[in-house]
């Protein structure tokens, strides 16, 4: 078990003091540690939760779930995604190490088995994220375009291709997750303008609209399916499978002011999230489309700046995601001192550019959003943020738990586990369905 910590940690761990002046060993990395504020880590996690995607939760949340179900069911999200999240981020310095990356912490508690799945399961669920922002930023470049010219010329996948360029650009130019400081400004500018937007003009298309249908769209069977998957995309809306990572950046006591970033992102950070999911289902109910930009009715100039913004918010808060990935990266192969080094840069040329490549492509072959978001929250959401979170936290604090605190975490895996294998079937059978109604680069 020795040797396994000593490779999963790294070959010259340092140690810092906290508050408290308790030694904590740190592993090292080619990316800034402990160096931002609480405040400026809640915009990061805030930035995640009110990117573009927040677009998609009338049509993909509200739709299949109606009034009652979308309602409660954002609020109970919330509920037991800032606690899932809070387990996380309590162990960040369990026995006495710092626990900078999730497959890190995972494999400190279980071994090296957990270690590699985590990584798996962490990757996938980035990853797949990613895969729907490229998607995301495509939808809002051929927005812009339709206003202007409806000739259908320039299909989804086009766009899809120079939104995965520009992506590519800025994840060269910004070499870590801390280094975005003012970028985190813009995005912030960014999701105002498209929340704004999406907001006003929802309600006066609702003021001015006929009584919309409300009721669950589909037969009895399709709406099982798209009730299971809309719990999904519940949970994908609030987790980012990045916590310790996130964690990592900032400042001691790295525990409280975690704490502090996550009581931000979950109060402050969430009341846009409410807000255009419901006004877009309100305004146009069950005909809520995947996209809240592409139903509103209003100045074309509006329309095209909000579109924008979501654009270069969905850049911004892409380069979050694929933070890990650039972070193994990076250390893996040694990748420090000056961005603009030739080494440093054209490895990111090569190695970024390439992933984003990939990525790019799966969202043009199957831009289908609201499937995205649905498997991810079931292949890899429920198993990182609520299983994992919770079984972890049960082992490594077994000896100071009640009888009654263990049942109750032993409650949410078993429950969380079922909910992970049926939203995996129910996601699956919708991409299955869109599959057949749609070719591979389809024009969505």
């Not at 877009?280 to 509006?302: D, F, H, Q």
């Not at 499937?371 to 490594?396: C, E, K, R």
Request: proline share 4%; charged share 10%.
């Amino acid at each position: 078990m020795e040797g396994h910590r000593d490779d999963v940690v790294s070959n010259r761990p340092r140690k810092v003091y906290s508050d408290d002046q308790l030694a904590i060993e740190i592993p090292e990395t080619a990316h800034q540690i402990s160096s931002d504020s609480w405040f400026q880590v809640g915009f990061v996690l805030t930035t995640g939760i009110n990117s573009a995607y927040v677009l998609g939760y009338s049509g993909a949340v509200m739709v299949p779930l109606g009034w009652v179900g979308g309602v409660v069911g954002l609020i109970l999200a919330t509920a037991i995604s800032l606690y899932a999240n809070a387990l996380i981020a309590y162990l960040h310095e369990f026995g006495g190490k710092r626990h900078i990356r999730y497959r890190d912490l995972a494999g400190f508690i279980y071994g090296p088995k957990a270690y590699k799945l985590t990584w798996v399961l962490q990757y996938i669920n980035l990853f797949m994220i990613n895969v729907g922002y490229v998607i995301l930023a495509g939808q809002a470049l051929k927005a812009i375009y339709v206003l202007f010219r409806d000739d259908n010329e320039m299909k989804l996948p086009y766009f899809i291709a120079i939104a995965g360029f520009a992506c590519g650009l800025f994840a060269i130019c910004i070499p870590h997750l801390s280094a975005l400081r003012i970028w985190l400004g813009f995005s912030t500018f960014f999701s105002l303008v498209y929340i704004v937007v999406a907001f006003s003009l929802s309600l006066r298309d609702g003021i001015r609209a006929p009584p919309r249908d409300y009721g669950i769209p589909g037969s009895n069977i399709n709406k099982v399916f798209t009730t299971i998957g809309a719990c999904a995309s519940l949970v994908f809306a609030f987790n980012t499978g990045m916590l310790p990572e996130i964690q990592a950046t900032v400042k001691q006591p790295v525990v409280g002011n975690m704490m502090k970033a996550l009581y931000f992102q979950f109060t402050v950070g969430v009341v846009p999230l409410y807000a255009v999911a419901f006004m877009g289902y309100w305004a146009y109910g069950n005909e809520t489309s995947a996209y809240l930009l592409s139903s509103v009715s209003g100045p074309v100039w509006v329309k095209t700046f909000a579109n924008i913004s979501a654009f270069l918010q969905t850049v911004i808060a892409l380069h979050i995601f694929a933070s890990p990935m650039y972070e193994y990266l990076d250390t893996k192969y040694g990748i420090k001192g000056s961005p603009l080094a030739l080494k440093n840069l054209s490895f990111r040329v090569v190695v970024r550019g390439g992933y984003l490549t990939v990525t790019t492509l799966l969202a043009a072959a199957l831009p289908f959003i609201g499937d995205f978001m649905s498997l991810t929250g079931a292949i890899s959401t429920f198993p990182l943020t609520f299983i994992l979170a919770n079984h972890m936290y049960l082992v490594a604090k077994r000896n100071k738990l009640s009888s009654l605190q263990k049942s109750w975490h032993w409650l949410n895996v078993v429950f969380f586990g079922f909910m992970s294998v049926a939203a995996a079937v129910a996601a699956l059978r919708l991409i299955a369905v869109d599959s057949k109604n749609y070719s591979i680069f389809a024009d969505v």
